[in-house]
């Protein structure tokens, strides 16, 4: 019987440039130089495991966290619980935690980070992100679009009113923009694609589950969202296939939101 053969691995340039919004497209050669591929080593982050804590008095890191395949990553604050931040394969997360460009003078309360799920990362040191910056054009505009993403997504959530439906079409709508302004997103067929657990909506934009759970009952039946329970076996999956319709609900009142409360 013969054996299998092993699947080559993909090099950690290669995955950089094919795979993250900040390398996308960036000259392989050049990346070398500056990341020789004994300093990458691709580093399994745990589910459920705190990487770090963000915002520490007196206190940075000293790498950019870059993902790259699967998991997922959030920022919670504390004492409320109430998450701030997600990020997905194709960005980083840690820049606002570098001394140095736009994390020098961004700074807010202590908060935890932490992936909820298994998710693969690099480490890119500071000396090198900082080489980077300065040498190339595009990394520099990239990297200060990673700063005004988070500024927006937080903003998208300080309209998560006590609304149900708004709550949770806030929380989708900042995800819509960010994963589209970083070229992940939509697929080919324009829908939306997100593996997002209703703990993580219920935690950030503070209603409970079952609360959270009959919202995407209600948007499934008008048509905004889709599961994808045949081929997701964890049932977080959720497909927008109407990104303007969730906008009506974002900016909704009361009375036009015609599906809540469901009957």
């Not at 394969?89 to 932490?114: D, Q, V």
């Not at 910056?133 to 679009?145: G, I, K, P």
């Not at 503070?206 to 964890?234: C, F, H, P, W, Y």
Request: glycine share 4%; proline share 6%.
């Amino acid at each position: 019987m013969a054996k299998a053969t092993k699947q080559p691995k993909i090099n950690p340039i290669e995955q950089l440039v094919s795979r993250n919004y900040l390398f996308k497209g960036l000259d392989q050669d050049w990346l070398k130089q500056l990341l020789p591929s004994q300093s990458l080593k691709v580093e399994k982050l745990f589910s459920n495991r705190p990487i770090y804590t963000a915002f520490l008095p007196e206190e940075s890191i000293d790498v950019l966290y870059v993902i790259l395949d699967e998991g997922i990553v959030i920022a919670r604050s504390a004492p409320l619980d109430r998450i701030v931040a997600i990020t997905y394969p194709g960005s980083c997360f840690g820049e606002r935690n570098l001394s140095f460009s736009y994390g020098l003078a961004t700074r807010a309360f202590p908060t935890l980070i932490e992936a909820y799920k298994t998710t693969h990362v690099l480490k890119i040191p500071l000396a090198t992100v900082e080489k980077l910056y300065q040498e190339n054009e595009t990394f520099r505009d990239r990297y200060r679009l990673l700063f005004e993403l988070r500024e927006k997504f937080q903003y998208h959530l300080l309209n998560c009113s006590t609304y149900p439906p708004q709550a949770v079409a806030s929380l989708l709508r900042a995800l819509i923009y960010q994963e589209r302004e970083l070229g992940n997103q939509p697929d080919q067929d324009g829908v939306y694609v997100f593996d997002l657990p209703v703990d993580i909506i219920a935690r950030a934009c503070q209603l409970n589950q079952r609360t959270v759970e009959q919202v995407l009952k209600g948007m499934q039946k008008v048509d905004l969202i889709q599961s994808a329970k045949s081929t997701d076996l964890s049932g977080d999956i959720i497909r927008v296939i109407s990104p303007e319709g969730l906008k009506e609900v974002y900016s909704a009142t009361r009375d036009k939101v015609a599906w809540w409360p469901l009957r």
